[in-house]
């Protein structure tokens, strides 16, 4: 979705309304992931999870800063205000790689009935428990 709607922007930004209204998107949309994110990276962190948090959100603004960077001179002449964006678009389509990576390397198959857990990790093999349940106080 954040690919789609930052080409939308591109397409549509000489308008304020729509323009606003997909900048809106872009926020629900960008960053819905960022503590799905976390809380994954702490739960496979097993006895670290301060670590693995730590990491996790290096990681985001370390993206950040180098996204910053390659947006800021996409403000060139030949793509103009709208170049930021376009590069956002890239970037996250870049996203998909590893995702299509991820997805032909397993198969999709449903759990055994005999295994215990809940509807999430049966949609998600990847998603088994670890060592370490995540909770509240971690």
Known sequence: MT????VAI???SGAAV???ILVVLLGLFGLGANPVLIALAVRYADHAPTLGSSLAVAAFNFGTAVSSWVGALALQPSLGPVGPVVVGAGISALTLIPIVALARQRRWVAPPSSVEGTAAEAAVPWAAPCATPLTAAT
């Open 3 to 6: 690919s789609v709607i930052l």
């Open 10 to 12: 591109s397409l549509v």
């Open 18 to 20: 729509p323009t606003t």
